[in-house]
């Protein structure tokens, strides 16, 4: 649309089109076109995605934890871009039928037990973690130069999900295959190859986890899967095929997520030494830092809902089934809510972000996310003081909706 036909006081401000990493100028400066929007027009009917976009921290978390309001792609109106992720014209690479994208009842009736188990798997997975990010580090001893994505971002949350699933240590790199190859489904604009790809990791992966299921009811072990299978003997009304789908759910939500979270760390404190300075004389401060690298640099810029009724948002008329995309970035430096909001300062007050959503979606990893981010950096800069990013190019991943680096070459001396 030409600024020309745009609604009166619409015009100058980017289209929704524009607002994915997709865009080079997007992934460059995500927060240029989100302060217009926000300073301009902070609830925006967006032609180009016919979607409602949001950028105020109220606006935003009001509908985030509105748990009337809809997130299955096939609610909203067919005209609109979300609408294209309903899985009849997203076919067999949908995610649409687990829990990420499930509406109630079937939402509550799946998130429940998942909790229930994962919770209690999260809060038992710290020595785990720390062996693991310990044996990675360890692999890196020597070495003048590491990659911190792939080195170290990836494979963490890998091995940790990996552990709290139960996969065995001689399956481990398969499934580290399978778990990079169904990521790949978050790529809308994945290619051919790619897709391939994804739908081959996800044959592996439901297959591995309904053998792996049948095992254990005949060998109870100590991890998730075993306490989803007893779940469900106890009770909870959910198929082999669901505890399936939404185990790899937690890789698909999960892996990049955190290693962006790691590799958005380590890059914003090589960016901002004196922050790194208080962090080195009070380690204790890691976990508000892990919530300001959250804040600032979240790995997930924005989720979204469906109008479930005719409603108002900060007076503005939405009609029912209207997409509405919340741009957490755009909440989590608002200066209306976070003073002085684009500096990264790890010792700020009280800063409670939108990084992980909200309401009956919010993010089940959160937990295990922060722990392992906070592990990662905590060792990474307790073994490697003087870690110093080397000349190079950076690049943002072009995966629309994230936050990441392609890679993040440091020097270690
Ligand atoms: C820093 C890392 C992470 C970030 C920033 C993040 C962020 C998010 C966000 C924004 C949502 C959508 C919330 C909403 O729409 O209100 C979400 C959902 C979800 N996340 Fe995470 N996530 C992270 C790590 C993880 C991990 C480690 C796991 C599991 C191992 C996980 C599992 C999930 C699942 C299953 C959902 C769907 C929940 C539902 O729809 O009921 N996430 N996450």
Redesign the pocket.
Known sequence: MTDDALPDGQEGLPSGLDLFAINPAFRNDPDAPLRLLRARCPVYQDESTKSLILTTYEDIRAV?NDRTLW?HPSRADTESLFHRFSPDNAGQDSQTE?????DDPD?ARV?QP?TQA?YKRASKVRGATERIVAEILDGLAGLAQVDIINDVGIPI?IFV?ADILGVERERIEEFRAWSEGIILSLNAFRTVEESKTVEWARDQLRVFFLEEMQARRTQPRDDLLTDMVQLQAAGADLSDAEIAI?CS???V???L??T??IGNGVWLFLQHPDELVKLQADPALINAAVEEI?RVE???VQ???VASRAMEIAGRPVRQSTPIS?Y?RAANRDPGHFPDPDRFNITRAHAPHV????????????P???L??QVALAMLFARWPGMRLAQQELAWRALPGFRGLERLIVDLP
């Open positions: 985030v997130r687990s829990i990420l994208f499930l939402h998130r998942l994962f949350p999900i939404n759910a937690l890789l939500a999960g892996n997520t955190t962006d979270l959250l979240g790995p997930v989720t979204g809902r919340t957490l990084s992980f959503g909200g309401g009956a979606h919010i993010c089940i990893g959160a295990l996310a922060r392992e981010a």
